[in-house]
């Protein structure tokens, strides 16, 4: 049975209270509870956006496989069901200024079939390629994989048949809890496998990546004029479009990051 219609407005009234709830997490029994109940088994990506992986010629696939869009394209094409919110409660939450709140999450597999109709709609296929690239188009960042957080709120199950495909924006996403969160859970949302970012010697500490609402988990900071990434980086590529200087790469350290994604992604959710 879905969940009724005022679980959307209990979320609204309660999602400022997510970093309160991230730093509960650590206290041993709290964060154990918290994971079993919400974030058991997961399985969550950051998608970088396209233009920030630059085209490797020591990759032997053609340029248009080096797109981290196509892990999604892949599921999308692989799903018998597609299910797309009509808002992202996060920015609904927050009453986003910056970014649409129409562009909501995409939901794959056979589960989102249970979602209330009152949130969204059944789409095709076609239409489920158009809405990703609609976020795109707007600044949003995918963020794929298995998250047991919208099985429960959304009261649909099993868990295996939901893929998620959240619509990330830097000012509102519930992830942003991150560097607070207990680090079990925090291991659960990782950046592409075989991908990473390196500040080059072409950076003059200019502090635009370190800005607010660049960093999704505010992993970059400058330090003696340079900018620094650190070990919590989730891989976003948000730092690599804004720097002005192209100072700040994605180095591609496996050539297959993106099959090795779909693999892990497809090892924890069947959306067939």
Known sequence: ????????????????????????????????????????????FYLPKNKAIPVNKSLTQKEDMVMPSQVLDHFIREANYHWIMDFCICRDSTNCKDYPIDLGCMFLGEAAMGINPK?????????????????????????????????????????????????CCPCCC???????????IGSKINRMPGISMIVTDKCVGCGICAKEDVCFVNAIHIENE????????????????VCPNDSIEVKIENNQFMTDTISRISNVVNVT
């Open 226 to 241: 340079h900018a620094v990434i650190g070990a919590n980086c989730r891989g976003c590529g948000r730092c690599v479009t």
């Open 1 to 44: 049975m879905a969940s009724p219609y005022w679980i959307k407005t209990l979320l609204n009234k309660t999602f400022s209270q997510r970093f309160f709830w991230a730093r509960l997490s650590n206290y041993p029994i709290i964060g154990r509870a918290i994971e079993y109940l919400l974030f058991e088994d997961d399985e969550i």
């Open 174 to 184: 519930l992830w942003k809890v991150l560097p607070e969160i207990n680090p079990s």
């Open 119 to 167: 949130w969204g709609r059944r789409v095709t296929e076609a239409e489920a390629i158009e809405h990703a690239k609609r976020c795109r188009d707007a600044g949003l960042v995918h963020l794929i994989g298995r998250n047991k957080l919208d099985k429960v709120w959304l009261n649909v199950g099993p868990g295996k048949k939901l893929l998620t495909v959240c619509n």
